[in-house]
């Protein structure tokens, strides 16, 4: 019997279509997140040899960030960093900032730019994951980035002129982070709970599945199958979502400013911001974790590509001052968080709120409360 080409691409894709069905995420996996990790790092590597003549690492140090530091190393931190704060739809910088100032020494104003980098590719591969999920709704993010557009460029004046110095730098950035790490906590109190009606019917439906779900001999299902974000009214003065059975409404303007305001703070740090608009549209609006997703992921995105622009471009052109960024640096930093990102988007539907909230609060608070003590008492150790 003769078979013929078209009967042999047909079953070709056949095979394809069957295996893409039954491991749905390995092929996301292989498609999606495979070429774009592959793709940073190796613009990383020629960014390298163009820029530097050489491949830093263990062996030769990095330019901009004057340290010896093994690639491997970058990736790690870039995973492990991508990974945790992708779990509450944040990006990994104000993980990956810290670590960089006290672990791995890189204190110049480089190190700012550099990390927006970090946190403007680390999570598209958040993105991918969660609007795969349907976590996602561009109408939410519209108004929130807008306002990082009007706001990121003027953080980076604000870095070089006012926080320069290392040690009242990371005393801001101890700041911040303790008043999150005190937010979140707080979040998970009883009293809390009690207090938002919203945030309570959602977890009632969320954990009343779960249990469903261990009492049948199935894994946590995580959120519902049909979850959706969508739209049910918009305007320039207000936005109305829907999700899940629940209704929640915004002030436009209040997002505006919101956007502009953290867009300031966020890029003078060098971060993307959600670490600050998480809490903020939380203690406004009372959004669970598994929607603000939809908003904060596109956020830092936007912030980031700003204020780096402002960074390498509009900061130089109007005061003459360069504060370059370490492009390998970020760039091979950044191909490790990207996994890290998309592997948090894939089991952030899992993970109960009352186990990220806590975790990413006591993390930052530690952390926040070292930078603060050394800001007014030198440790005995480097923070």
Not at 169 to 198: D, E, S
């Amino acid at each position: 019997m003769n078979i013929t080409s078209k009967e042999i691409a047909v079953d070709q894709d056949q095979l394809q279509e069957s295996f893409g069905a039954r491991h749905p995420i390995l092929k996301e996996f292989l498609r999606d997140q495979i070429p774009m990790i592959t793709g940073v790092f190796i613009l990383g590597v020629i960014i390298s040899y163009v820029n530097y003549g050489y491949l830093p690492g263990a062996d030769q140090s990095f330019p901009v960030a004057g340290v010896r530091i093994p690639i491997w190393h970058l990736l790690w931190m870039g995973f492990w960093t991508g990974y945790t704060m992708g779990l509450v739809g944040e990006a990994s910088g104000i993980f990956s900032l810290p670590y960089s100032m006290s672990v791995l020494q890189f204190t110049s104003v480089g190190v700012s730019p550099t990390s927006l980098i970090i946190t403007f590719l680390n999570p598209f591969g958040a993105l991918l994951g969660f609007w795969r999920g349907k976590q996602w709704n561009l109408d939410l993010a519209l108004w929130l980035c807008l306002g990082a557009v009007l706001g990121s460029p003027i953080g980076p004046f604000i870095r070089v002129y006012l926080l320069n110095d290392p040690v009242p730098f990371k005393g801001i950035i101890g700041l911040a982070l303790f008043l999150m790490a005190v937010h979140l906590c707080i979040q998970i109190t009883p009293w809390y709970l009690n207090k938002t009606a919203r945030q309570r019917s959602f977890k009632e439906k969320f954990d009343k599945m779960m249990k469903e779900c261990l009492q049948a001999g199935k894994a946590p299902c995580g959120l519902p199958a049909d979850f959706r974000i969508v739209t049910l009214e918009r305007s320039w003065k207000r936005l109305r979502i829907g999700y899940w059975g629940e209704e929640q409404s915004f002030s436009v303007p209040v997002m505006l400013l919101i956007g502009f305001l953290v867009g300031v703070v966020a890029s003078a740090l060098g971060v993307g911001g959600g670490f600050l608009l998480v809490p903020i549209l939380v203690s406004l609006f009372g959004l669970p974790m598994y929607v603000l997703v939809a908003a904060t992921i596109p956020y830092v995105i936007t912030l980031s590509i700003t204020g780096l622009i402002s960074y390498t471009v509009t900061l130089p052109l109007l005061t003459g001052v360069s504060t370059p960024p370490d492009w390998s640096f970020g760039l091979f930093v950044a191909s490790g968080a990207i996994l890290g990102a998309w592997l948090a988007s894939k089991t952030q539907k899992f993970i109960p709120e009352k186990y990220l909230k806590p975790m990413l609060g006591v993390v930052t608070g530690v952390v926040g409360l070292l930078y603060i003590i050394n800001y007014f008492w030198k440790l005995p150790f480097n923070v």
